[in-house]
């Protein structure tokens, strides 16, 4: 297969291309290398251009002519949504319809797309599945459920384009062999701020909310490692090729931790007492997201590997030190 993989110079885009890679598929990525790194690029030739470029974009269609694209490009910061909400409905939503426009122009038919949990919002039930309604609390959830509709609605216009959207919960650990891992510029995720904490980049780590309907008051999340979702998208790649139909599914383990037991299990895993304050809520965080994963479980026979919250932090905290 020939894949084109926008973001792939990304954290979960890199994985993403390090599973493909292993499997023997030929990758294009296309990064403009905003958050991304070239040294993650582990297979394949990496096209540094934007996205909303349409020539250069246009002629890696036309050259390249790849059977998939799996499109990781975007912007995913809750709180900047919050503050830069046209930076994100641009990026994540207008960018991605031309980017589908160019696609079927040049007969590529076949999407894999990084959706979010975020498109739920403040959810009435948990795990969550797929089924439930659609009620963002923030725009980078409202931009990736714009994207989602559109590509509802193209696939029900167009019969030669499939595509597979999967809404990521929270995507932590890095690659067990420590060659990539999370290297944002900014560090805001709960995981790898705790371990930056911890090694000693900031002074104390913050508690955004204490106060929420959740059994110790902190917001409950659902940490997926990071291979194992790269594996998600190796099969729903496979099944769209394989002629499956749309779908749109959950990616998680189905059980979460609160802030506080995330904190807890990174003191453990370092071994340092790092400070951690309890602070405000932080805008645009819902109390809980915990994913119904049963449909890629049944439909894809996605198999978790790595559902143990240690590992995840292990693997983190290994790629930290190593970048330090
Ligand atoms: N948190 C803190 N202190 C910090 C950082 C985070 O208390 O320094 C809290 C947040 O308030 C939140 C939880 O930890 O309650 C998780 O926050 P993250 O920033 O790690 O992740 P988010 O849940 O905001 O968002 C992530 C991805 C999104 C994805 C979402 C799905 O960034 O792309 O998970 O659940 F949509």
Redesign the pocket.
Known sequence: MRVLVTGGAGYIGSHVVKALGERGHEIAVYDNLSSGNRWAVLYGDLIHAELEDSNVLKSVLVNFKPDAVMHFAAH????ESVRNPLKYYLNNTVNTINLLRLMRECNVGLFVFSS????YGIVETAPVPEGAPLHPINP??TS?MMTESVLADLALADQDFRYTSL??????GADGSGRIGQAYRES???????LK?AKGEFPK?????TD?PTPDG?????YIHVDDLADAHILALDYLTGGGGSQVMNC?YGHGYS?RQ??EMAKKVTGVDFRAED?P??E????E?VADSRKLKNMLGWKPGFDDLEYIIKTAWQWERKRS
């Not at 780590?205 to 909310?209: A, H």
């Open positions: 995913i910061i809750v709180p979010t949990a975020a498109v980078y959830g990736k809404r990521y919960f929270n995507v932590a805001t995720h709960l995981i790898t701020r705790s904490t780590l913050e508690i955004f909310g929420y902190t917001c409950i999340r659902d998680g802030v995330v904190v602070a809520r932080r645009g965080d819902p109390p997201l």
